[in-house]
């Protein structure tokens, strides 16, 4: 790998599938250069772990319902035994009513992606056509150099 990686050839081919399957030396650092590399690209990026996602779909696009831990409490709300549940807004049409103006989209960036099955990777290389301004960056394990590949060959290798 070259002292200086400008990134041009990852943001190409991120234009390009919409999805990719990323491959991080586990001492890290290389996944901040390229994040830093997209925001200079004009991509606002999101930076979120794959672990406690649950329903994807849900989560990244559409309103669901939260509910606290109970840590062991009764409910002191009266009447309802069940307890309370929160409702957050999608975390990815969010990020997009906020975009500025002249940004190009919204690259979607998740870490520990290797304990995400194949239907959830199936929905998230399937989520840049649904959406364009969304791009997603899953990082699928650890190699010995930052290498990345469309995500749908990261399904097929798995």
Do not use: C
């Amino acid at each position: 790998m070259a002292l200086i990686t400008t990134g041009n050839t990852l943001i190409r081919d991120l234009e390009k599938n919409g999805a990719l399957g990323v491959y991080v030396p586990l001492e890290g650092g290389f996944e901040g250069r390229y994040r830093r590399r997209l925001r200079a690209a004009g991509y606002i990026t999101l930076h979120i772990t794959a672990r406690g996602l649950g329903d994807l779909a849900a989560y990244l696009t559409g309103v669901h319902g939260v509910r606290p831990p109970h840590l062991g409490k009764k409910s002191t709300g009266s009447g309802a035994a069940v307890g309370y549940v929160y409702y957050v807004p999608p975390i990815v049409n969010y990020q997009l009513e906020q975009l500025p103006p002249k940004s190009k989209g919204l690259v979607l960036w998740i870490i520990e992606g290797h304990i995400l099955s194949d239907q959830e990777i199936e929905y998230l290389a399937n989520l840049p056509k649904l959406e364009p301004r969304v791009k997603v960056v899953i990082e699928r394990g650890g190699d010995r150099a930052f290498r990345w590949m469309a995500l749908e060959k990261t399904l097929l290798a798995s």
